[in-house]
């Protein structure tokens, strides 16, 4: 059974830095693309960064710059440094996978960044 466990987030004054990670567990077939999203208070849940099987990696407009996405091919595992953190990155951020043959996809339980003044 394929399982997403994110670790990290937390609470950070603005400014600070905090970093998420996602392990995919019990995964059937090699694993396409890795991505997180978000979903802030009152708003629709947002693509926040993608990375691919050939580290192409693609990021909102609000984040450029400051979050960095990458992956462990061998630990199954996709991370998220998010440095100089905004008030407006306060969010449930979710880690999400699929895979190259398999027309499956899977995310995580969600884990809460709280960034404050």
Known sequence: QVQLVESGGGLAHAGESLSLSCEATGIPSAIGL???????????????????????????????GRFTISRDKA????YLQMDN??????????????????????????????VSL
């Open 34 to 64: 890795m991505a997180w999203y978000r979903r802030a208070p009152g708003k629709q849940r947002e693509l926040v960064a993608h990375i691919t099987t050939s580290y192409y990696t693609k990021y909102a407009d609000s984040v450029k």
């Open 75 to 78: 630990k199954n595992t996709v």
């Open 85 to 114: 953190l905004k008030l407006e990155d306060t969010a449930i951020y979710y880690c999400y996978i699929n895979f190259r043959i398999q027309p499956e996809e899977y995310w995580g339980q969600g884990t809460q960044v709280a």
